[in-house]
């Protein structure tokens, strides 16, 4: 006789260990322009343009969502950071799950970079970093949960749907290192942006930058169809950095 309790079980079970799917709305495809500006004794500059692109494709015959972020700084401020921040992120479509990612990183005339290999099979992440004139150092991580670059969280914060008030436990990836963090949906901020959720990272034992500073980013997304990165924000040692979207 066939258990219709047991079935059930088996059925519930599978319900909640079945990987969520996240569609791609067509809206959210191409170009997205941004201005980077930083505010330093009640001055704001702007130090720089970026662009961030999404579309589908392939990565070694698989389908992925790929995205490309170009930061370009302005005139004089090529003097204090690079002239040209590029990075690369692949995803799998269904899940918006990191695959590979990869930054160019230039230094002296030199060539470096910071790779990351995703392996959903085995759980690992394969990390390379080199940043001229040191050695490349490779680094291999467990997954623990959420694990990712900062280029594929901002893919994660744009097509997720991320319950309010809830901190999610995450690792990030950052110039070689594995950093522990949290993020979290404060809800509504129409006030900054009309239509606007916003969201707070907050690293545990590291920051964006290399001194450190920048252990907390506000980033917040548009609730519409297009579901945009609308700005970002983050306090860094001498002043705050800002990147809002161009209308």
């Known amino acids: 006789m066939v258990n219709v309790f ?3 079980i088996l059925l519930v079970s599978a319900l909640l260990s079945a990987p969520a799917s996240n569609s791609i709305p067509a809206e959210s495809l191409g170009d997205e322009q941004y201005e980077v500006r930083y505010k330093m004794a009640g001055i704001t500059s702007k130090v720089a343009d970026a662009t961030i692109s999404f579309e589908k494709g392939t990565r070694d015959g698989k389908a992925v969502l ?3 972020a170009a930061i370009r ?3 004089i401020f090529r003097l204090f950071m690079d002239a040209e921040y590029i990075a690369d992120t692949y995803l799998t479509q269904d899940r918006q799950d990191p695959v590979y990612y990869f930054n160019p990183v230039k230094k002296g005339g ?3 970079k910071f790779e990351c290999v995703y392996d959903s099979k085995t759980k690992t992440i394969t990390s390379v970093f080199q940043r001229p004139p040191q050695d490349a150092v490779t680094k291999t991580y467990t997954m623990d949960g959420l694990s ?8 994660y914060v744009r097509y997720h749907d991320i319950p309010a008030n809830s ?3 995450m690792h990030l990836l950052m110039g070689g290192k594995y950093v522990a963090a949290t993020l979290t949906n404060q809800g509504a901020d129409s ?3 009309p239509g606007a959720e916003r969201f707070l990272l907050k690293m545990i034992d590291g920051g964006l930058m290399e001194n450190g500073s920048g252990k907390e980013i506000t980033v917040w997304r548009s609730t519409g169809n297009d579901r945009r990165i609308l700005g970002l924000e983050t306090s860094l040692s001498s002043g705050v950095m800002t990147v809002a979207i161009k209308e």
């Open 6 to 8: 047991n079935i059930a």
């Open 66 to 68: 790929h995205s490309h």
């Open 73 to 75: 700084a302005s005139s």
């Open 110 to 112: 030199k060539e470096g």
């Open 148 to 155: 990712m670059d900062l280029l594929s969280l901002l893919v």
């Open 167 to 169: 901190p999610l436990s």
């Open 191 to 193: 006030d900054k942006y």
